[in-house]
């Protein structure tokens, strides 16, 4: 298991394990904020896949692929609640603004883990 695994573990198991008590749309927020976290783990693998296929490095990934990558992986989840569940309309921004908080927050945590979290404030 990897480092950003375990940064993984320790923000989603509380959040699923959160699931068994809490009911209505908080539950279903907490649901898909956990799925935006995972579609974050899932698209550093991705990223990672396409830069060894494609032989680039860092720069040009970040800049050509990865936000090709992370976009299209965060509609997946939306647009699979969409065509599943049928839900209303309005529902969907909700959705989509949980899916993409999930996202940012784990990506979020593993920048500053990675780069030094405990320098944050002295900058």
């Known amino acids: 298991m990897t480092y950003i695994e375990n940064i993984f573990l320790c923000l989603a198991i509380p959040m699923i394990l959160s699931l068994f008590f809490i009911r209505g749309r908080s539950r279903s927020y907490t649901l898909f904020v956990t799925i935006g976290m995972g579609i974050c783990l899932l698209s550093a693998y ?46 969907l921004p909700m959705v989509a603004i949980a899916i993409a908080a999930g996202f940012a927050t784990f990506e979020n945590a593993c920048y500053l883990t990675e780069n030094g979290a405990a320098n944050f404030s002295s900058c």
């Open 46 to 91: 991705v990223n990672s896949f396409f830069m060894w296929l494609y032989g680039v490095d860092g720069t040009v990934a970040a800049i050509e692929i990865t936000p090709v990558c992370e976009e299209l992986l965060k509609l997946l989840p939306l647009l699979f609640y969409f065509l599943i569940f049928e839900p209303e309309p309005r529902e």
